[in-house]
Nanobody, 123 residues
Framework: QVQLVESGGGLVQAGDSLRLSCAASGRALSRYTMAWFRQAPGKEREFVAAITWYGGSTYYADSNKGRFTISRDYAQNTVYLQMNSLTPEDTAVYYC????????????????WGQGTQVTVSS
């Protein structure tokens, strides 16, 4: 079992930056891939970025590559999503997710989810 708790969302203006955190707890975290997804109103949940807990390999959706950075603090069991140059199109609920094994971009492949944190970007 893995428990995930997100934090760091909020209301920002276009061009601002925001850092989301995902505190993870559970056994054998080193076997997991951690990911961020987001879901805007009326849209499907979409992949944002992923990182392997053990090796730290990172993967990004093409739409935010270069603006977003995923990282993890091994000692704190926390995964971060640094978001820069935010636009109103980034407005969504952001979810932290975990799965054992390699990363996938489909949310159906992930077993564990946090409760989500709202990010709103005003123009």
């Amino acid at each position: 079992q893995v428990q995930l708790v997100e934090s760091g969302g909020g209301l920002v203006q276009a061009g601002d930056s925001l850092r989301l955190s995902c505190a993870a707890s559970g056994r054998a975290l080193s076997r997991y891939t951690m990911a961020w997804f987001r879901q805007a109103p009326g849209k499907e949940r979409e992949f944002v970025a992923a990182i392997t807990w053990y090796g730290g390999s990172t993967y990004y959706a093409d739409s935010n590559k270069g603006r977003f950075t995923i990282s993890r603090d091994y000692a704190q069991n926390t995964v971060y999503l640094q978001m820069n140059s935010l636009t109103p199109e980034d407005t969504a609920v952001y979810y932290c997710a975990a799965k054992s094994g390699p990363y996938y971009t489909s949310p159906s492949q992930y077993n564990y989810w946090g409760q989500g944190t709202q990010v709103t970007v005003s123009s």
